[in-house]
């Protein structure tokens, strides 16, 4: 596993940087820390060990950031954390937003550009069932990125029983947070439940599924190069909205395009902006493009999409 991590410093040369690692206070991200540690002098890294307390367990919460600072403190990393506030919803959205907004303030603080994450192959498979059973197009197959920048995951490969694994041959001591057995949260019922059931038809599936997510990555960079010969036909970039930055979708080219490819584009433009891309949003809008000369549809609570003539765009709606 720690030549694994080398190799993955090394295919996206991370080395004399001064980097973040998160760190729960869970096996698979103090196995992570644990192995950046030992790889730090190698790759004359810096290593930030940062930690967010969610807040929601009580003391329990406060053990597990007090457990990652005398971590980060036996090997002579330097700790950022913080908490968050006790009125913040309690719901999976609400922590993953939380979570993303630490790192970003941690980046700045830092003034780095990566952010180490412990997802592993469980959590990728997880993803997938969740995106396919929500809903989802082919991009949303690939589920956890290995990197998407700032963001770096060296052990998405790995399932979560060989981390364990690593833990238990190297002595690594971790917290459990209790949360995780509570299956009122989606991906808790998926691994609880749901991923059992499938183990019971191939107890490979893991791979299996890891296989597919790795398939689906290999088809988008197809899709990203074929959508690439054909942008300059369809977008008119001399002509961008102001608030959000892209550029005008000339009508006519985009209906002369094949409807999987219409909605292909779609859902790129819309990435960042719509927070629910599935099948059934993407094909609304698409519809609604084909059907309407000069129209206007809302697309969030203050962003609206104009077909006017031969152009598609977005505007803002202006506060009062």
């Known amino acids: 596993m720690i030549e694994k991590v080398a190799e993955f410093l090394k295919k996206y040369d991370i080395k004399k940087k001064t980097v973040l690692a998160a760190v729960s206070g869970g096996v698979d991200s103090v196995v992570l820390l644990h192995i950046l540690n030992s790889l730090k002098n190698e790759f004359s890294l810096d290593i930030k060990a940062i930690h967010l307390n969610h807040n929601w367990r009580g003391d329990e919460s406060r053990g597990d950031m007090e457990f990652v600072q005398s971590l980060a403190n036996d090997m002579g990393l330097e ?144 899709i990203e190069d074929y959508l690439k010969t054909i942008e300059n036909e369809v977008f008119d970039k001399n002509c961008t909205d102001w608030a959000h930055r892209r550029p005008l979708i000339i009508r006519d080219k985009f209906l002369s395009l094949k409807p999987a490819v219409q909605r292909e584009i779609l859902s790129r433009y819309f990435k960042g902006l719509l927070k629910n891309r599935d099948f059934k949003n993407i094909l609304k809008i698409q519809n609604f493009i084909i059907e309407n000369e000069n129209s206007t549809l809302s697309v969030n609570k203050d962003t609206f999409l104009r077909v006017h003539k031969n152009g598609i765009f977005l505007y803002k709606k202006m506060s009062k």
């Not at 995780?180 to 991906?187: A, L, V």
């Open 79 to 222: 700790f950022y954390c913080d908490t968050l506030d006790d009125d913040i919803k309690k719901t999976e959205l609400c922590a993953r937003d939380a979570r993303y907004g630490f790192f970003e303030k941690a980046l700045e603080k830092f003034e780095t550009n990566v952010c180490f994450l412990a997802h592993n192959k469980n959590d990728n498979v997880e993803t997938f069932l969740y995106r396919v059973i929500k809903g989802t197009g082919v991009s949303g197959l690939v589920s956890i990125p290995a990197v998407r920048k700032p963001y770096y995951r060296p052990l998405l490969n790995f399932s979560r029983c060989e981390i364990e694994e690593f833990a238990a041959k190297n002595g690594i001591k971790f917290r459990t947070d209790a949360s995780n057995e509570d299956i009122k949260y989606k991906r808790n019922f998926i691994r609880k439940n749901i991923v059992p059931e499938i183990l019971k038809i191939n107890d490979n599936a893991i791979n299996s599924i890891g296989s597919l997510i790795g398939i689906a990555a290999e088809h988008n960079e197809i």
